[in-house]
């Protein structure tokens, strides 16, 4: 059973959640939370497998509530599914920096929703490729350079190289390797390998550490 907390200040949205992931028999909603701070104290109490964050909440937002829970330094975090509108873009990149593990917008169907809860529990990231191409390339520039490009170079193989600049344009591992013209269990074994080598959570770390370094070019 996948234990889920949702945080939203809309009252409505909040119980639409509720009311779809509960539906399913291997989710379990265990708790609400209508602020960020009481977000932060109910994760840190029940530890959910996955927190349904909303970014514009009052007393603390879900970014700081993010960061709070998944950041750097965070001996067990608590993994984070941010939901927001569009046009609330630029909030989405500074909580995937924060140490979300993906982001939905809000007018995903509930099936998007579901999947991208299971998702997360399982480990994996949640990035939709269409919406993370748009998003860093309108805003990966402002936060770079902070790590010098040769790290990655001095760490990561050639064809590694050239996979974490493929997974900053927002492809799936499917899509990498018809790029690549190489299996998709061998794109996982690379991706798994940079994450590794670069000490990276998961692969939303990956594609904010290659713009953030300038390996990726937000304008290409």
Same mark, same amino acid.
């Given at each position: ?24 028999? &291997?989710?379990? @909603?265990?708790?609400? *939370? ?5 977000? /932060? ?6 530890? %959910? ?8 909440? %009052?007393?603390?937002? #879900?970014?700081? *509530? ?8 965070? *001996? ?12 609330? &873009? ?11 593990? +993906? ?10 929703? /579901?999947? +991208? /809860?299971?998702? @997360?529990?399982? +480990? ?12 860093? +390339? ?6 770079? %350079? ?11 193989? %050639? ?10 344009? #927002?492809?799936?591992? *499917? ?31 990956? @594609? ?8 990726? &070019?937000?304008?290409?």
């Amino acid at each position: 059973m996948i234990r889920v907390l949702v945080a939203d200040d809309q009252a409505l949205v909040r119980t639409g959640f509720v009311t779809i992931l509960d539906a399913q028999d &291997d989710l379990e @909603v265990v708790g609400e *939370a209508s602020d960020g701070r009481a977000a /932060v104290g109910l994760a840190r109490r029940l530890r %959910p497998d996955v927190v349904v964050m909303d970014i514009r909440m %009052p007393v603390l937002d #879900g970014i700081e *509530a993010t960061r709070q829970l998944a950041g750097p330094g965070v *001996a067990e975090p608590v993994r984070t599914l941010v939901v927001t509108t569009f046009n609330l &873009d630029e909030y989405v990149f500074q909580a995937l920096r924060a140490g979300a593990s +993906g982001f939905l917008l809000k007018d995903a169907t509930p099936q998007q929703l /579901v999947a +991208g /809860v299971r998702t @997360v529990a399982a +480990g994996d990231s949640l990035l939709a490729p269409a919406v993370t191409r748009q998003l860093i +390339g309108r805003f990966g520039a402002r936060v770079r %350079p902070a790590e010098p490009l040769a790290n990655a170079h001095s760490v990561l193989a %050639p064809r590694e190289l050239e996979v974490l600049r493929l997974i900053a344009t #927002g492809l799936s591992n *499917a899509e990498i390797a018809a790029t690549l013209v190489i299996s998709a269990e061998t794109v996982k074994t690379y991706v798994s390998r940079i994450l590794t080598k670069l000490d990276l959570r998961d692969r939303v770390q990956a @594609v904010v550490y290659a713009y953030r370094t300038g390996l990726a &070019d937000p304008d290409a």
